[in-house]
């Protein structure tokens, strides 16, 4: 099936086939994300209004060393303001189109629509399916790996809050360590060997659990 065919389909019917995932535009992440670009623009723009003053021209009179590190200083800052600012356009402009950003999984094929760009790869065509990062870890992993590594902070803090509150606080500790998530999920397209971007965000969902998905529709695809 064509990608204008598969994208019809997914705009315009209520219902859609039951092997079909579609995974559209979550507006309410990508409006969370556009708060963090405008304060990363503010403090990056603040923070060149502060600092340039006291090192222009002053650092710049003091010796190659001192001007090297305050352009290496000035540059991350500008570039942490500059970068949000282009951030929240893109993101802005996203979530004015977001009926045009959308990820379709069929049985045969991946159809990846972003604004006019428009990628269509064959599950035939798909291999190396990679999610950069920690998978989050499972209830089951998290109890063996609670009960084969014991803390002693948390035995000791049973002594005086009680074994209930001492195990809440040390599973609350384990699981900010393993919080963070992949942010990008890619594969490879064996037409050309060129590398497909699926997700740079979680602005579609997990992009462990999509990667997890593709991969499993594309071990059926290769199947039939």
Known sequence: MESVQILSQ?????????????FPLQRQ?????????IFGACAGGLLFIFMAPIMIPHNYQNGILAAIFSTVILGIVVYVCLGSIWALITDIMRVRAANKHIIIITPEDFVKQEGKKVVHVPLAYVKHVTARGVAPISNKEQNEQEVS?????????????????????RQGVFARRRVRTPTTLAFIDSRSEKEIIVVTDKSYGDPYEIGEILKEYVQNAAIK
């Open 10 to 22: 997914a705009n315009t019917e209520e219902v859609l086939p039951g092997d079909w995932l579609v």
């Open 29 to 37: 992440k990508v409006l969370i994300g556009i708060l963090g670009w």
């Open 149 to 169: 590594r014991p803390e002693v902070g948390t035995s000791v803090g049973s002594l005086f809050i009680g074994q209930r509150a001492a195990s809440g606080i």
